[in-house]
C-alpha cells in the first residue's frame, strides 16, 4: 500500500503503523497532536476512518515508542501523545466480552440467587424497637405507649445493577423477566426474599453480585432503607 497523504511522515515514525495482515485497529490522531484515540475495526469510526491501521494496541504502541527512544538517544521518551480506546470501542469489547444463551443465563441467575439465599439467610439483622418518642422530635421510645419489636431490623430495599444495559447478560434479564431498566443506565435485579429485613437483602444482592462478577461482569449491589 502507498500512502500518499500529506501526513504520511508523521505516522512513520510510529512502529506498528504499517499495515499487514494483522491489523486490528485503527489510530486516529486528533487535530491538537497531543491525544490518538484507538477503534477496533469493528466499529463504525475503526471501518470508515482514513487512517493508519496497526496490530499494536495503545499499550504495545507506547512501549515500542520508548524502545525506540532509548535505542537511538539513550533514554525513555520524555513526551508521548496521550492514546486511549474510544468509548464506543471500550462499549463493545464491554457488550461482546460474555455472550450467553438463554439457558446459561438462567443457569448463571440461579446460581447467584442460591448465593444469595444463604448469604441472606445467614446474616444476622441488628433488631430494631418501633413505637413512640417520648417528645416530638426525640429519639428515644416511650415504652408506656405501644411498641413493637422487629427481630429482622431496619425495613428497605436491595438489588443488583447491571452494566451495560445492552449486555448479553442484562437482555436475558430482561427477557426473563428479573431485570429492569436502571435509574442511572444499565438494569436492576430486585431482591424480593428476605420480607422486608434491609440487612438480609443487602447480603443477598452483595453475595448475587459477587457471583456475576467472578463471571466477568459488571455487577454491583445496592440497597436503601423504607
Not at 4 to 14: A, E, V
Not at 48 to 72: C, E, G, M, V
Not at 131 to 147: A, N, Q, V
Request: proline share 5%; hydrophobic share 30%.
Amino acid at each position: 500500500m502507498v500512502d500518499n497523504r500529506p501526513d504520511r511522515n508523521w505516522w512513520s515514525c510510529f512502529p506498528g503503523c504499517v499495515p499487514d495482515s494483522d491489523f486490528a485497529y485503527r489510530i486516529v490522531l486528533h487535530p491538537d497532536s497531543h491525544k490518538v484515540t484507538w477503534h477496533t475495526l469493528e466499529c463504525r469510526t475503526g471501518q470508515n476512518a482514513r487512517s493508519r491501521r496497526t496490530a499494536l494496541t495503545p499499550d504495545q504502541r507506547n512501549k515500542a515508542l520508548n524502545d525506540k527512544s532509548i535505542q537511538t538517544t539513550g533514554h525513555a521518551s520524555y513526551s508521548l501523545p496521550r492514546n486511549h480506546m474510544a468509548q464506543c470501542c471500550l462499549g463493545r469489547v464491554t457488550r461482546d466480552a460474555n455472550k450467553y444463551t438463554p439457558t446459561q443465563a438462567r443457569r448463571l441467575f440461579a446460581t447467584a440467587r442460591a448465593a444469595g439465599l444463604v448469604a441472606g439467610n445467614g446474616s444476622t439483622p441488628i433488631p430494631m424497637v418501633v413505637g413512640t418518642p417520648t417528645t416530638l422530635l426525640g429519639s428515644d421510645i416511650d415504652y408506656h405507649k405501644r411498641t413493637a419489636y422487629v427481630a429482622d431490623g431496619a425495613c428497605g430495599f436491595a438489588w443488583v445493577v447491571i452494566r451495560p444495559g445492552n449486555s448479553s447478560l442484562a437482555r436475558h434479564a430482561v427477557r426473563q423477566g428479573i431485570g429492569s431498566s436502571h435509574y442511572r443506565g444499565g438494569i436492576s435485579i430486585w431482591i424480593d426474599d428476605h420480607g422486608q429485613s434491609v440487612d438480609r437483602k443487602r447480603n443477598h444482592a452483595r453475595a448475587y453480585a459477587d457471583i456475576l462478577r467472578g463471571e466477568g461482569i459488571n455487577a454491583y449491589a445496592e440497597s436503601r432503607l423504607d
